[in-house]
Each structure stands twice: as C-alpha cells, then as structure tokens.
C-alpha cells in the first residue's frame, strides 16, 4: 500500500515536503536513499536514527527528516512510505549540500589522527573528512573535540571557523587557551643547506605557538628561497609531523619535523621570450643577465626579471608584466625559462607638482627638471633626478637658510590610466 498524504516541514529554511505513513506503528522494514552524490545510503540511514524492526508512523519519520535537515548535509530532502504484510519501507530522496569544506584539525598536538577520528564518530558517524558549511554538524565535532580535550584534563576551548587560503576554502579547527611553544625543529633529508642553518633561517617561528598552517605556509617562504638561490628549483619541503617535547626548558612544547626533499641543481638552457615587440630578445636577455650552462640561480632570475620591467618602464611601458614558467629537461638537471609579456600602454610626462617650498624656490628646482611635458615617461630619470639635480638643490637650500629649511623630500609618482600621464610629486617636509 503506498501513502500519499503530504505533510510540510520547514528546517533551516528549506521545505520538506513528506508524505507521511498512514498506518500507525507499522514495523519498519526497510530504508532506502535516493541522489546520494558523496554519502553513503548507511551513513544517512544512521544520521537518521531509525533502526529497523522499531514502530513508525508519521511524527517519528518527520522527526526524522527534521533532524537530518539540521545538519546542513542536505539541500532538499522529501520521503515515501509504502507498506507490505512484512512492514513499512521508507525511502529518502535527498539533494546534497553543494558545500562541503574540508576540516582542517589546527593544533590538537596531544591526539593522533585516528584518535580524532574515532572522537568525532562517536557523535558524527558519517564524518568523512568534511562538513557542511551550514546546520549542526560543525557544532557537533566541536562538541566531540571538547570531549576529548577533557578527557586528557586540557583546559582549554573548541572554535572553529571558516579559513580561505587562494581559491581553497576550509574549516579551521583551534584550541584556543592552551599553550604550545614550539621546542625544537628537525629538517630530514636536508643535505645541500645543512639542518643547523635551516633552523636558523627558522628562528622567528620559536617565539610562536605551534599553528598547522603556519608551519605549512612557513617553509616555502622563508625556506624554499634558500634553495633556489642555489638552483634548487624543485626542492619540495613535505608536510610537518608533531610530537610532543614537554621538557622541562620547554614545558608543554612541542617537536616540530618537517622532511625536504631537495632533488637537484639546475643549470641555465636558455630562455624563450613571446609577447615583446618595443623590445628585442637580445634586449630581454642582456637585462635578464643569465649565460648558458650556470647555475639557475633563483635570486640571480629574479633581480635580472627587475631590470626587464626596468627596461619597459624607461621606455614609458610602466604596466608590463612578465610570466614565467620553467621547461625542465629530461634525463639532465636543466632548466628553459618561458616568458610571456604583457607590455601595455604607453605612458607620458603628466604635471610636476612641488610642495612645501617658497615659490621662488619651486621655480628654481622645477626649472631643474628637464623631462618636459608629454615627453616619453621615463621612470629612471626620477632615479638620476633625485641623485643629482634634487641633491645639489637641497644642499644649496640648506646653505642659505643655515640649515632651518625642510630636509625631509618625498618624491611620487601619480599614472592617470585613462590619460596614460603620469604626474611626478615632490613634497618638501
């Protein structure tokens, strides 16, 4: 016998629409799941709570539906009922949440990931690693979290909150109020740069507490440019282990390992240049600075990338940009950079305006200042200017006030995109 009888419910602001048993404390049989995408039909049966074998009518399958909703797993969900000789078979037809984020576990140091795991279960047996970012289920782990703190006596609290990193969204997981400095770190497979000075390129992070995605963000920051400096272009530093130290010069602490593997040194196979047309390859590559067959120094690629964009702008091109990808050989540890450049408009001389002076004394240094007006900006001379011509003139300015004029001089640069102007501005102090 199938039931039609349709009750509404609204949770967390979807309507359920559920078509209720008619027959009451007919035995359950038998659950069902429809549109499963990422759970599985038992872990929504659990989520449910029903048991087979139980009594069911309408109240307990909307009490039901009502707190699956609750969770936040689900976008839409609705249920069917029919009935046999052998009892009543519901079948849930569920939308999933679009959202799940993943669960990032901050700095839970005294528990081992399946201990975690295991914690959380007890109270969200489909936990799989993620949550929903809307309904109960978020506070249910942290609730299962709390628990097992307490049961280690760690004085201290459960938050949680959303954490965006680029384009990847997660769920932070914290303990908040417990101290956990950071006692020693370990660098296994280090070789190339001894362990001793990666732990003191280190050093900032011992005035820390320990923090998961500090450590994570840390190395290939501070860490990862050491290597390139020395043509370690692939040097890949893995995820840290923790464990606890607790000594007695660092209480409550923790040792932090995070292996590296450094791979090999790469040596320089030439570059490819696409986009450029106002400059030349020969142009590129004499700025870039790198010879065939030497060390791909990554600091060397880096400084030589300056004076490219240098080159662009002394020739008005102020917002050329260059991307670059690397081209490694195979079977030798060689490596071809790929450029690819965006010149952009052309920009020229705007206004020069002066600040801060007399007049007199603005005419005077103004009159100093021989890129003229819709010239080709060229933002080296604003270098050359300041070195010479600006010098002599505060020098000079100083001397006849005895030393009471303004010695403070800020000097800007203001593009107008629309006009491609650039105004240059000298504030005297």
């Known amino acids: 016998m199938s039931i039609t009888r349709l009750l509404t419910i609204a949770v967390t602001l979807a309507l359920v629409s559920v078509p209720v048993i008619g027959q009451q404390g007919a035995r359950l049989q038998k659950v069902e799941v429809t549109g499963l995408k990422r759970m599985t039909a038992d872990q929504v049966i659990a989520l449910s709570g029903l048991q087979i074998g139980q009594a069911v009518d309408g109240t307990l399958l909307d009490a039901a539906a009502s707190k ?3 969770s936040g797993l689900f976008r839409r969900l609705g249920y069917r009922t029919r009935t046999n000789k052998d009892g009543a078979i519901v079948t849930f037809d569920i939308e999933e949440s679009a959202v799940s984020l993943p669960i990032v576990f901050e700095n839970f140091v005294w528990f081992t990931d399946d201990e ?3 914690a959380i279960r007890q109270d969200v047996p489909f936990f799989n690693g993620t949550a929903p970012a809307t309904g109960d289920t978020t506070d249910k782990i942290a609730a299962a979290l709390q628990r097992l703190l307490a049961s280690r006596n760690i004085n201290a609290r459960v938050e949680y909150l959303p954490y965006v990193s680029q384009d990847k969204q997660e769920l932070l997981f914290t303990v908040r109020g417990a101290r956990i400095p950071i006692c020693s770190l370990h660098f296994p497979g280090a070789s190339a740069i001894p362990e001793s000075d990666l732990v003191k390129a280190s050093r900032e992070i011992f005035n820390t507490e320990y923090s998961k995605k500090d450590i994570a963000t840390f190395a290939p920051i501070k860490l990862i440019p050491l290597y390139r400096h020395l043509g370690y272009l692939r ?13 007695a010069t660092c209480p409550g602490g923790v040792s932090v390992t995070i292996p590296v593997a450094e791979g090999a040194v790469y040596t320089w196979a030439g570059s490819e240049w696409n986009g450029n047309e106002k ?3 020969d142009d590129l590559a004499g700025a870039l600075g790198m010879n065939p067959g030497e060390v791909a120094d990554g600091f060397k690629i880096d400084k030589g ?9 002394g020739r008005g091109y102020l917002s050329a940009q260059v991307k670059e990808s690397m081209e490694f050989a195979e079977g030798a540890p060689r490596v071809r950079y790929i450029f690819n450049i965006t010149e952009g408009p052309r920009f020229f001389m705007g206004n020069l305006i002066i600040s801060g002076l007399a007049p007199a004394d603005a005419e005077a240094l103004k009159s100093k200042w021989t890129l003229g007006a819709n010239s080709v900006f ?3 001379y604003i270098d050359q200017f300041r070195q010479t011509a600006l010098r002599e003139f505060m020098a000079g300015l100083i001397q006849r006030s005895r030393g009471a004029a303004r010695t403070h001089v800020e000097v800007a640069t203001r593009p107008d995109a629309a006009k491609l102007t650039v105004d240059v501005l000298i504030n005297f102090k």
């Open 378 to 380: 060229d933002e080296s």
């Open 235 to 247: 040097t890949e530093f893995q995820p840290a282990t923790v464990s606890m130290e607790n000594s």
């Open 68 to 70: 699956m909703m609750q």
């Open 279 to 281: 400059l030349t390859v």
């Open 116 to 118: 975690i795991l295991a």
């Open 305 to 313: 990338l300056k004076e490219v964009r240098r080159a662009y702008a």
